[in-house]
C-alpha cells in the first residue's frame, strides 16, 4: 500500500520511494527513508495535506507526495 | 584532548565569564569584524538565540517556518563587533523550499565567519542531516544542542563530548529560553571566529576516482566563471546530481550573488527590548 492509504492514528513502515530527483530528496531530507516509521496524526479540515509524524516531527505531506511512498502498516 | 573538548571546557568557566562582556548593540549592524549566522532546523529555537545575543525582539512562536526572511543583529564581545543573522528553518541545504532557499544561499555564499547550527536534543536523528550537509562547506561551526531542557523532561541524555568528538566541532549544550547555555555559546564563538579553535569537521569521503576527477574538473571551471566562489566543490557536487536551482544559478550567472552579506534588500523590522 502508499502512505496516502494509512488511516489517521495507523503507523506503517517505510519500503520504498516512487518519486524521483528533486521530490525524491525531498522526501529522503525529510527523513523518509526505507525502514522509517511514519504515524498519520492527523489530515487538515479538507483531508489534504495529511500530518505525519516522521523521526519525531510532525510534517505535511500533500496526498501526492504521500501516494508515492510504499509503506507496510504495523500490525 | 581534542580540539572540541578544549573548547568546551573553556565554555564551561565560572558562569558569567561571557555575558559579562556581551554588549547587545540590537539592529546596529554597520561595521563588524565578524559575520555569524544562526541556521538550523525549522522550530530548534534559533530566534530565541538571536533575541537573547542581541537584545532583539525577533518574533518567536511554537509552530514552525516563522522566521521566512532573514534578520539581522549585533553584538560585542572580547572587543570586537560580531553581526549576527538569524535564518528562516531548513531541512537541507539540498532540496529547498523557497524559505529554505534564502538559508542556504546565505550559508553557502553569505560567508558567515562562524556558522551556528542549533539542534534540537529531544530530534538528534533528524537534526544531525543539516549539521552534517553544513560541516560539507564549512569548517567554522558551532552546533547549539538545544532544547536540552525538554529532552531532560523526556530522560534523553545527550552525550556531547562524544558528539563534538564525533562531528569534529565545537557542541555547546543549551536551554536558551532560560539563557542556559549562552555563556559558553558564546566562548564557542569567539573562539572559532578568531581562529583560536581549529575545527577538523567530519566530511563525507567519495572514493570513486571518476567522480573526484569529475569534481575536480567542475570546480576549476566553475572556479574560471565564478571569482572567489566559496564552495565550488559543493555546486560541482550538485550539477552532477542534476539540482536544477543550481544548474539555473550556473547558466544565469547568478550564482553566489549574496555573497556581500548585505545585498538582501529589506530586513524584517526588529524593536528594541
Ligand atoms: N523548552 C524550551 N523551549 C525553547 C527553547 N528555546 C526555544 N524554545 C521555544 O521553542 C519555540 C521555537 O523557538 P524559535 O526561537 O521561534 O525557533 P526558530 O528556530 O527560530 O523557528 P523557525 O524560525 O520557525 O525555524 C518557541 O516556543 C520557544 O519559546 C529552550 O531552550 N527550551
Ligand atoms: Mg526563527
Redesign the pocket.
Known amino acids: 500500500m502508499t502512505l496516502n492509504m494509512l488511516k489517521a492514528g495507523r503507523t506503517a513502515t517505510v519500503k520504498g520511494i516512487y518519486s524521483k530527483d528533486t521530490e525524491r530528496r525531498r522526501m529522503v531530507d525529510l527523513g523518509i527513508l526505507p525502514g522509517t516509521l511514519i504515524e498519520n496524526v492527523m489530515a487538515s479540515p479538507l483531508g489534504d495535506p495529511v500530518a505525519y509524524r516522521i523521526r519525531s516531527a510532525v510534517i505535511a505531506l500533500r496526498r501526492e507526495q504521500a501516494e508515492l511512498i510504499e509503506v507496510e502498516e504495523e500490525g | 584532548m581534542s580540539h572540541a573538548e578544549t573548547a568546551i571546557q573553556c565554555g564551561s568557566c565560572a558562569s558569567g565569564c561571557n555575558t559579562a562582556h556581551l554588549a547587545k548593540l540590537g539592529i546596529k549592524t554597520g561595521n563588524w569584524d565578524y559575520v555569524v549566522a544562526l541556521a538550523?532546523n525549522?522550530?530548534?529555537?534559533?530566534?530565541?538565540i538571536f533575541n537573547a545575543l542581541t537584545g532583539l525582539n525577533q518574533h518567536?512562536?511554537?509552530w514552525?517556518?516563522?522566521?521566512v526572511t532573514r534578520a539581522e543583529g549585533a553584538f560585542t564581545l572580547g572587543g570586537k563587533k560580531f553581526k549576527l543573522v538569524d535564518l528562516?528553518?531548513t531541512y537541507s541545504l539540498l532540496s529547498t523550499s523557497v524559505d529554505e532557499e534564502i538559508a542556504r544561499d546565505f550559508v553557502l555564499f553569505g560567508k558567515p565567519d562562524v556558522t551556528v547550527v542549533?539542534a534540537d536534543a529531544t530530534r538528534l536523528e533528524r537534526n544531525l542531516n543539516l549539521v552534517l550537509q553544513i560541516l560539507e562547506i564549512t569548517d567554522r561551526a558551532v552546533v547549539a544542542l538545544?532544547?536540552i531542557?525538554?529532552a531532560g523532561r523526556n530522560n534523553i541524555k545527550v552525550d556531547e563530548r562524544s558528539l563534538a568528538r564525533d562531528l569534529g566541532v565545537p557542541v555547546v549544550s543549551?536551554?536558551?529560553?532560560?539563557g542556559k547555555g549562552v555563556d559558553e555559546l558564546l566562548g564557542a564563538i569567539e573562539q572559532v571566529s578568531s581562529g583560536e579553535f581549529q575545527a577538523r569537521p567530519h566530511r563525507i569521503k567519495y572514493t570513486d576516482d571518476i567522480l573526484e576527477n569529475a569534481i575536480d574538473t567542475l570546480a576549476t571551471q566553475l572556479h574560471g566563471q565564478f571569482e572567489d566562489l566559496p564552495n565550488a566543490r559543493w555546486v560541482a557536487l550538485r550539477l552532477l546530481e542534476g539540482d536544477e536551482s543550481i544548474i539555473n544559478a550556473v547558466q544565469t550567472a547568478t550564482l553566489g550573488t549574496v555573497r556581500a552579506a548585505n545585498v538582501f534588500p529589506p530586513l524584517v523590522q526588529l524593536e528594541a527590548r
Open positions: 538550523g525549522p522550530n530548534t529555537g534559533k530566534s530565541t518567536v512562536g511554537n514552525a517556518g516563522k522566521t528562516p528553518g542549533v538545544n532544547l531542557d525538554e543549551m536551554a536558551a529560553r532560560s
